[in-house]
């Protein structure tokens, strides 16, 4: 399989050496001759191509692939060699201008083509976080026993949020409500004066959130 990355660098590097600028191919009167025997004709049209001063770059007055074709129109007999006017025309649309524009095209092409795969191979290991967070989400299960109220104490470690949560759980057992606190560990379960002493330290304020715990997709609500 053809490379064309390499190809398009081959083709780059052969066309900045070859004559710049636009090429033509036009017809040579050829005075050799074709056919054999009684069927010998001398003359026909052969092609040539020319670079943008005019000058000639190259012709196919001695070609041996000449495929010779010939018809008679109003003006008489013509003959002209049918795979010299055929490469011609290419060879004069390959010229370095076209081939440096294609390659150049080329380029850009590529260069956008790792561009929106970098984007794309973003947006893909995004979507996969995001999978996975609704997959989080859609895993939770909040269990609530028949009259209780959920708790939560959120904030950056450090700011003092088990001092408020042990302030609350200290100040529902001081008018009888029982209190549970279910992932305190043993170190934060200190005195009331303990807990003081770091609410003192972190200065925290605290926001009070009223929420109704919804019965949707993506939240399980289990009744003991």
Known sequence: MTDITE????????AEKATPGDWWADEVKNEGCY?????????????????????????????????????????????????AQRNGEFIALANPANILALVEALEKAQG????????CRGITD??????????????????????EVLVTVAGFTGCGKSAIAGEIEIAMKAIGVPVTWDNGD???RMTGADWLTAIEMYKPTVRIVEENIPRAAGFKVEAE
């Open 186 to 188: 043993s170190e934060k």
């Open 7 to 14: 190809l398009a660098q081959r083709m780059k590097a052969a």
């Open 126 to 147: 995004h979507c996969e976080e995001l999978q996975a967070r609704i997959a989080e989400l859609e895993s939770r299960t909040v269990t609530v026993k028949q009259g």
């Open 35 to 83: 056919g054999s025997g009684d069927d010998c004709v001398e003359g026909f049209t052969s092609y040539a191509i020319y670079g943008s001063d005019g000058q000639t770059l190259f012709d196919s007055l001695n070609s041996d692939a000449a495929c010779i074709c010939e018809e008679y129109d109003g003006e008489g007999h013509v003959a002209w060699d049918e795979t």
């Open 112 to 119: 956008m083509e790792a561009y929106w795969k970098t984007q």
